[in-house]
């Protein structure tokens, strides 16, 4: 249990689907969210600011009016009876000199003293004995006889407002994208964990355990609909592939016996008739063509077989050096029959997991194929490599090759190629190797040999593959 908490917890799940999209609307929430209460706030202060500008302004208006009417001693002792009030109103009235003629700022701040225009300015006021700066905000205008006048009012409660804001937001932001990113992963873990089950039941299907199902749960939610989807697809290909496999028995159980009966009689015959009779010949090519047929369904039956992963259940440790020895040995009499050099790398005991008998079949091919297409002569050459991502296993020749172009296409069944349209075979030798291939989650891979073709079986390292070799990379015949 506490292994499989930290196994979800891995880096991959940074790079789950489920995940990137949480976290792309944690993001947009988050922005938007910055974005609306941004807005907000500057609306409010905006208007805010309006509301003060207008209240300076009657106010502005009031004190000049009782300027004009009454004079300097009028506007002084009205500027001095506001601020006997305790207001949150800010004055000074200061003489052409400089001097300060009334108000309770204690000069003139330096941005106000361009009049007819909104400013704002921090000045010094007195609480419980200390000086604490304030902001505020207010408007400067000349009197006649050079003095001015500036109304101000308070708006240091803006500017803490301002602060916290400035300093809330990041934090809330962060908040969010923190709680945004748990609760994604969370959200991740839970889906990693019910994704696990599918891809491990997938597994063991591949491997060839078609009884395996997704388990359901009582949740009723979606994963489980797409479990009980599967499930009955599921079903759907096991029934296909018994149905299959039944096919395949009859196929083989009806055909090849018949076939192999026809072959005996045709040889029966021959042997009755004399070497001189004019029919000999005959029965001889029939013998041939039905060889060639028995071959061909042999071929079909075990493609079918490999594509199909009835053989995963025979799958075992098996020697890979032994089988190469051992089809090297088959194939020596008829490359030094051709004068085709067959040489056999050198290597240590290597073991994988398959089937035997398919490998040995497919390398068989392979060999077979090379011996063939190369001339008298020539090279082929054999060779059982470790890379750091499993085992390889290599035919080369020194023949003609086949054209990059064309290499995708021979992988298919009963194609062959325009050069090789004379020789024997029925264009399923690579097929077979290629469907071998797949069954054992190996990949075939076809290349230049220069000249010639290099033909790779890759197969991966897995657990269950145990590797004892101490293996040099040798160099292949070209």
């Known amino acids: 249990m506490r292994g499989s908490f930290f196994r979800h917890w891995s880096p991959g799940l940074l790079r789950t689907q489920a995940f990137r999209i949480v976290l792309i609307y944690v993001f947009v929430f988050a922005v938007s969210a910055t ?44 500027i001095n009876g506001r601020v006997a009030q305790h207001g949150s109103g800010l004055y000074i009235l200061v003489s052409p000199t400089g001097s300060v003629l009334a108000g309770n700022l204690t000069e003139l701040p330096s941005s106000a003293k361009v009049t007819g225009r909104f400013v704002e300015f921090d000045y010094q006021r007195n609480q419980q004995g200390q000086d604490v700066t ?57 889906m990693l964990a019910r994704l696990d089950v599918i891809n491990r039941t997938s597994a063991d299907i591949v491997a060839g355990n078609f009884s395996r199902r997704v388990p359901v749960t009582n949740a009723h939610d979606e994963f489980d609909a797409l ?42 015959t021959q042997r009755r008739l004399g070497p001189q009779d004019s029919y000999t010949a005959d029965i001889e090519a029939a013998i041939a063509e039905t060889d060639r047929l028995i071959a061909t369904f042999n071929d079909l039956l075990l493609i079918a077989e490999a594509d199909a992963g009835a053989a995963r259940g025979r799958m075992t440790q098996i020697e890979l050096t032994a089988v190469v020895e051992d089809v090297a040995e088959l194939y020596a009499p008829l490359a030094e029959e051709k004068n085709i050099s ?16 398919l490998i040995s ?35 080369a020749d020194s023949g003609p090759g086949i054209p990059e172009e064309e290499r995708e ?43 010639g073709l290099r033909a790779t079986i890759s197969f991966p390292r897995t657990p269950q593959r145990k590797s004892r070799s101490d293996i040099r990379e040798p160099s292949v015949p070209a």
Do not use: C
């Open 409 to 451: 296409r021979v992988l298919e069944r009963f194609v062959r190629l325009e050069s090789s349209r004379n020789s024997p075979g029925t264009g399923l030798g690579l097929s077979l190797v290629a469907a071998v291939a797949r069954m054992h989650d190996a990949r075939l891979t076809l290349g230049d040999n220069g000249p």
């Open 342 to 357: 067959l040489a056999l790398a050198p290597a240590g005991v290597v073991t994988i997991e398959g089937n035997r008998s």
């Open 227 to 268: 479990a009980e989807n599967l499930n009955r697809m599921l079903d759907r290909i096991e029934r296909l592939m018994k149905g299959m496999r039944n096919v395949v028995d009859s196929v083989a159980h009806d055909l090849r016996t018949p076939l192999n009966r026809l072959r005996n009689r045709l040889e029966e």
């Open 134 to 190: 304030h902001t505020a905000r207010g408007q400067a205008f000349f009197l006649t006889g050079g003095f001015v006048l500036l109304v101000a009012r308070d708006v240091s409660e803006r500017r803490l407002t301002r602060q916290l804001f400035t300093t809330t937001l990041p934090w809330s932001v962060g908040l969010m994208l923190l709680f945004g990113l748990v609760g994604g992963a969370l959200l991740s873990r839970n």
């Open 35 to 78: 974005a609306l209460v941004g807005f907000t706030y500057w609306n409010t202060e905006r208007s805010l600011d309006a509301q003060t500008d207008q209240i300076i302004e009657v106010e502005v208006a009031g004190l000049r009016e009782q300027y004009q009417r009454l004079g300097l001693i009028a506007l002084s002792d009205a």
């Open 361 to 395: 079949q497919a390398l068989a091919n392979l060999v077979d194929n090379a011996i063939k297409y190369t001339p008298a002569g020539g090279q082929v050459g054999i060779v059982v490599a470790e890379t750091p991502t499993g085992i390889d296993l290599t035919v």
